[in-house]
């Protein structure tokens, strides 16, 4: 079956515009992640989503960071008045419940200029 | 402090020869999840294999498999008969008890380099 999909798959951006990341997870999935993947930081959780909960936003670095999920299903990640520091790739996941195995998507490389 | 160590930043092993990825984990937690996954140079991360705080016995999948030792709180992953394929960074991750977030950690990997 199909797996994580998330466009666009590169992005490049002025510094100070507003970007959206889409996720759409494995289908059945209840759970969404995201992360980030930095050179200076490694991978870092930003926020998660279980069915009708509310979201775990611990993760988010800023304000300017926000998510939503729409019909427990697609995620829309996005940042607004980027910095050059969020120059990463935003990688998202799925897992079939809370507590089960997380299969990524391939993630999309953000390029803040 | 760091909760997943990961000591070898590169690695290198030849092709058809076993090798021991390190991986030690911090929690205070008696339940948690660990998990390693694959990083080829094409960026998606892929699954290999997870172990369970209470399970009796090391995972295996495949080609792969874990030495959990609890105790000394290392969850090691074990790549028998390397292969080309396998050249990719590796990252062990965990996931903390139950009934709040169930998200991952990550070590800062491992880059796993096969020789011909």
């Known amino acids: 079956g199909a797996g994580v999909s998330q466009s666009p798959s590169n992005k490049v951006t002025e510094k100070g515009k507003d970007v959206e990341l889409r996720c759409d997870p494995i289908?059945?999935?209840?759970?969404l992640y995201w992360y980030r993947q930095s050179l200076g930081q490694g991978l870092e959780f930003l926020i998660y989503?279980?069915?009708?909960?509310?979201?775990?936003k611990s993760g988010l670095p800023s304000d300017r960071f926000s998510a939503e999920r729409t019909g427990g299903s697609v995620s829309t990640l996005t940042i607004q008045r980027t910095q050059q520091e969020d120059s990463a790739v935003y990688l998202c996941a799925s897992s079939l419940e809370r507590e089960d195995t997380q299969y990524f998507g391939p993630g999309t490389r953000l390029t803040v200029l | 402090a760091q909760k997943i160590t990961q000591t070898q930043p590169g690695m290198f092993v030849q092709e058809k020869e076993a090798v021991t990825l390190d991986c030690t984990y911090d929690t205070s937690d008696p339940s948690y999840g660990l998990f390693w996954y694959k990083q080829p140079s094409s960026g998606e991360m892929i699954f290999l294999i997870y172990?369970?705080?209470?399970?009796?016995q090391n995972a295996t999948e495949g080609r792969y498999s874990l030495n959990f030792q609890k105790a000394r709180k290392s969850a090691n992953l074990v790549i028998s008969a390397s292969q080309l394929g396998d050249s990719a960074m590796y990252f062990c991750a965990m996931r903390e008890g139950t009934g709040g977030s169930e998200k991952l950690v990550f070590g800062k990997g491992t880059k796993l380099t096969v020789n011909p």
């Open positions: 289908s059945g999935h209840t759970a």
């Open positions: 172990q369970g705080s209470y399970d009796q």
């Open positions: 989503f279980q069915g009708n909960s509310a979201p775990d």
